[in-house]
């Protein structure tokens, strides 16, 4: 997550169909569900000149008018020389490859990430509440379930494409779909772009299901295990793990009812929080994981273990914490203790005593796109779906034993210390508040992720005297292989409307200037969604210019550094099934800040290593009320 992005706000707009409980599936399709996959369009790079254009009007706000002029010397000078030569290489090489120009670099980027996964790479998104499954037990079993019927779902090709409908009155249609299923897949994508459907990438989701990364040194490695090998989750409770089967032989879902006379069976016994916790290995540095890991792999009883969870459909927690505060709940679902995962996992369902619910997931896989479809799947399957009732015979997990030699005992010892360490060095604050909301947004006529955006930028800009570097994320799925590109929120039009909500103005030149910064943030937003941002070209390209020998100039100037230090890393949550989320900051002077409007109300979520987070949280619901007030004609004093 790195942050986990806008791009979830993004597969809100996008529109993914109805989602029926049908007794087979979560959904049925007509048109088949990789149907528009091949005829996708590539990821366009953009021409050098706009990203380098593009990059010099991010820098104008973040340095002084000195090094704005190095930098424009830099750019200049690549612009006429490293560049050109690096650019064609780039598109030559795009050319014969079969996937996105930057799909290689950027799997490449995580995987070579030598940090810890829970905060600094997993985010997590919570679940509504569901009161007709008040137990742990039974949430627990309703949704395991629900979620094998997806994974079932997508495995029998009968999920719906993801598609962004512009006119959904004729492409959501029982007659549309039928016309659509028939024309050939390699005319598919063009024929449904001019009737205003705009099919989306869904190569993330061959990893959602049955798939873990195994930690490498130097660099891990991302495996996907057949069905044959995947029928079973692994459920992990205090320091023990267990399998239990969730797909029948015939590859039919296992009845919730009995699933939750297995769940029942593991929280009657006593919690072992005494244990050496090998899940807490997965919170460690990867190469010192990956160390550890072929230790345990010496024993064939532990790589027998080792197997049953990576090959595991996905992973469950059944926690033991049932926090008081918020707060709480949100370190709960984005890290807990560290010893009761599996943070290696492409997805682990968490679910706490009262029965609240969430996801965490890896992030290497995917970009959080599959990850949001599954989940509102998941909701709204087991929403529909009666609470389960112990069945009379069930088959009981599986219990799975690890044998740990003392040298791997003190290496479980010192992650479960590394990691309480590590999580009190960062603090979590979260803001609800009614003082705007998508309502209010609509009536005052201006754009809701550009208005919260700004209130970002303003709140920093009142802390700390200036613009700072800010990362949102676009999905650029619209494109075979696409994975993100980055919005760059604090532009010139920002700084010039934090600059004058910081000082005496008129109400209407506050009003001109924040209207004109959140009208540019929706331009450079839809820059970013076709792939016409600057920082995904400038990245492939220094990929390239590392293997050539001395980096260009252009990649060691001050600005480059300054807008590599994300100091506002944001992402936006929306769904119908979403109760809030989180992820950790992407640096040490970061704030990592999830946010979403809601028709009554807004939240926001902060996560710091201690950087005077409440005081930014104060900052920023005054930078709020003050916007508000100014787009209600009103005034605000300094």
């Not at 879902?253 to 006379?261: D, I, T």
Request: net charge neutral; glycine share 6%.
């Amino acid at each position: 997550f790195v942050a986990m992005s806008g791009a979830l706000l993004r597969v809100r707009q996008f529109g993914m169909g109805s989602v029926r409980c049908l007794s087979r599936y979560t959904e049925r399709t007509i048109i088949p569900t990789h149907h528009f996959q091949s005829s996708l369009p590539s990821l366009p790079i953009p021409a050098l000149d706009k990203t380098l254009d593009r990059y010099l009007r991010s820098a104008l706000p973040l340095v002084t008018p000195a090094q704005y002029a190095e930098t424009k010397a830099a750019v200049e000078d690549f612009r006429t020389n490293d560049g050109p030569k690096l650019d064609a290489l780039l598109r030559n090489k795009a050319k014969q490859s079969k996937s996105s120009y930057i799909s290689e670099p950027w799997f490449n980027m995580y995987l070579e990430d030598r940090r810890p996964l829970p905060i600094n790479t997993n985010p997590q998104m919570t679940f509504l509440n569901d009161p007709s499954k008040p137990t742990q037990a039974t949430r627990a079993a309703s949704l395991i379930c629900s979620a094998t019927r997806f994974y079932k779902t997508m495995r029998d090709k009968q999920l719906q494409p993801e598609i962004f409908h512009t006119k959904p009155q004729v492409t959501q249609t029982i007659g549309w779909q039928r016309m659509m299923s028939s024309v050939p897949q390699f005319a598919a994508w063009i024929a449904a772009v001019l009737q205003g459907a705009y099919p989306l990438d869904m190569s993330q989701y061959g990893r959602l299901f049955s798939s873990t990364r195994i930690p490498c040194t130097g660099k891990d490695e991302l495996k996907s295990f057949s069905e044959d090998q995947s029928r079973h989750v692994v459920i992990q409770r205090g320091s023990e793990f267990y399998t239990l089967d969730v797909l029948k032989e015939d590859g039919e879902e296992v009845p919730a009812n009995q699933l939750l006379g297995a769940i029942e069976h593991i929280l009657s016994k006593p919690v072992d929080k005494d244990s050496p916790a090998v899940g807490a290995l997965t919170t460690a540095n990867r190469d010192t994981w990956a160390n550890i890991r072929g230790k345990l792999l010496q024993s064939k009883e532990n790589e027998a273990a080792l197997n049953a969870v990576d090959s595991a459909l996905f992973a469950v927690c059944l926690e033991d914490v049932e926090p008081g505060h918020s707060d709480e709940w949100d370190r709960l679902f984005l890290h807990g203790n560290g010893r009761n995962r599996w943070f290696d996992k492409s997805f682990q369902l968490i679910f706490a005593p009262g029965g609240r619910t969430a996801v965490n997931f890896e992030h290497a896989w995917g970009d959080g796109i599959a990850v949001l479809r599954f989940f509102n799947s998941a909701f709204a399957d087991s929403g529909s779906a009666a609470c389960p009732t112990k069945a009379a015979q069930f088959a009981l997990p599986q219990k799975l034993n690890f044998r740990l030699t003392d040298d791997v005992v003190r290496a479980v010892r010192q992650a479960e210390s590394d990691f309480d360490h590590f999580a009190a060095s960062v603090e979590l604050k979260s803001l609800m508040t009614d003082e705007v909301d998508t309502k209010v947004l609509k009536k005052l006529n201006i754009g809701q992720d550009g208005f919260l955006q700004m209130s970002f930028q303003l709140a920093h800009y009142r802390m700390y005297g200036h613009s700072a570097s800010t990362y949102e994320s676009a999905s650029t799925a619209g494109f075979k292989h696409g994975r993100t590109e980055t919005i760059r929120s604090a532009t010139p039009e920002s700084d010039a409307f934090c600059a004058l909500f910081c000082s005496e103005a008129s109400q209407t030149d506050r009003e001109a200037a924040l209207r004109k910064a959140v009208t540019n943030h929706a331009k450079i937003t839809k820059e970013g969604l076709m792939g016409q941002g600057w920082d995904r070209h400038l990245f492939a390209l220094r990929k390239l210019a590392e293997a050539q020998g001395p980096l260009p100039a252009i990649y060691n100037d001050h600005a480059y550094k300054v807008l590599g230090n994300i100091i506002l890393s944001t992402s936006t949550l929306s769904s119908p099934a979403l109760d809030g989320g989180g992820f950790g900051p992407v640096g040490k002077e970061c704030y990592g800040i999830g946010y979403g409007a809601r028709d009554i109300g807004a939240k926001f979520t902060i996560m710091t290593y201690h950087r005077e987070t409440q005081a930014f949280l104060e900052h920023l619901l005054q930078a709020v009320r003050d916007m508000r007030a100014v787009l209600e004609g009103k005034s605000f004093r300094l």
